[in-house]
């Protein structure tokens, strides 16, 4: 299993679709599962800062 990468941000389109993309290729190996979700969690706000940078860009782009 592949670890979370950067540019799967492009696959977001509904909100549900950030917990399929979010994985931990260490799942079974953390010391316990608070880490494991904290580590998730931070999958998940990296791929979500992306995306709207992404946005952003995309609009400045589109108003010139």
């Keep these: 299993m592949k670890r979370t990468q950067i540019q799967d ?3 977001i389109e ?3 679709d950030l917990e399929d993309l979010v994985k931990d290729k260490r799942l079974g ?3 316990n599962k608070k880490k494991a979700n904290r580590r998730n969690r931070h ?3 990296d791929l979500l800062r992306h995306l709207k940078v992404n946005l952003q860009r ?3 782009f589109e108003d010139d």
């Design 14 to 16: 509904q909100a549900k």
């Design 43 to 45: 999958y998940g706000k």
């Design 29 to 31: 190996k953390r010391a």
């Design 9 to 11: 941000f492009e696959k």
């Design 58 to 60: 995309n609009q400045d």
